[in-house]
């Protein structure tokens, strides 16, 4: 069982307090972020995979031991999605891949299977020897989705991995993530509730740098007041008013 802490962890970007005293253990398991425009989903993913740096007091922990300490060992098992990212119009699918797989230390004939296994999974094999430059704006998501992939990472960030997908590739996508192996922690952000209801162990409801309620999908639509108990109530009785 894998654990991902965070303990007391802030983030200022000049005076705005995006993160406040977060703390937070993720166990094995699928974990859904939920929350409007500007609540810190973006900031606690880019702190977790240290693309930013956080305050200085606080401590994040990969299975008890400070991931400053352990530096690229605590790199190499993270698989990034980002937000907003560009990719090389002139790579192919498969190029792209390799660089990628290089950057991750994957050697050779290792590289070359994972990318057959990642494409196949997000359904782009055979366009593997095409370039991105002429791939829809799903193909560039579902590419950025297998890259995230490569090397059986056990610590998952996808931010925002379904935005721009067509409903079928939606549903890939999602059964996609729930078939992944169950021994690492996957986190996902997303606007659109239906991608994580049925597949996230827990949901966490962020507000302002602060996580403002968290649990299971059926702990937490059991909290609806008024209508059906579902996630989507339960998002509006929250944030509705915002
Ligand atoms: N580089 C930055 N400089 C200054 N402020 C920033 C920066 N990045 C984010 N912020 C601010 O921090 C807060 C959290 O932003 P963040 O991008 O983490 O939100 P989010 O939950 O991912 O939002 P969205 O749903 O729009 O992706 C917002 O108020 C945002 O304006
Ligand atoms: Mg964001």
Redesign the pocket.
């Known amino acids: 069982m894998n654990t991902l802490s965070l303990n007391g962890v802030n983030k200022h ?2 005076p ?1 307090h ?1 993160l406040i005293d977060f703390d937070y253990t993720f166990r094995d398991g699928i974990y859904g972020l939920l ?10 993913m ?1 702190i977790i995979t240290q693309n930013i740096p956080f305050d200085k007091d606080g401590e994040i922990r990969w299975n008890g031991k400070s991931v400053s300490v352990l530096g690229s060992a605590y790199r190499e098992i993270i698989g990034f999605m980002p ?1 907003q990212q560009e990719l090389y119009p002139s790579f192919t699918a498969k190029r792209f891949l390799g660089y990628i797989a290089a950057l991750k230390g994957i050697p050779g004939k290792k590289a070359r299977d994972e990318i057959e296994r990642v494409l196949r999974l997000v359904e782009l094999y055979d366009q593997a020897d095409q370039k991105l430059g002429g791939f829809s704006g799903g193909m560039k998501q579902r590419v950025l989705i297998a890259q995230t992939l490569l090397g059986d990472p056990k610590l998952l960030i996808l ?2 991995p379904t935005a721009g997908l067509d409903p079928k590739q939606r549903v890939i996508t999602r059964n996609m993530i729930s078939g992944l192996s169950k021994d690492k922690i996957v986190i996902i ?1 997303t ?1 659109i509730v239906s991608d994580i209801e049925t597949i996230a162990d827990r949901i966490l409801l ?1 507000r302002q ?1 602060e996580i403002i309620d968290e649990g299971t999908v059926s702990e937490l639509c059991s909290k609806v007041e008024n209508g059906r108990k579902n996630l989507e109530n339960l998002y509006m009785q929250y944030y509705g008013d915002e």
């Open positions: 970007y000049g705005k995006a929350g409007p425009n500007g609540a810190g989903k973006s900031t606690l880019n937000q931010d925002e952000s606007h962020i740098g």
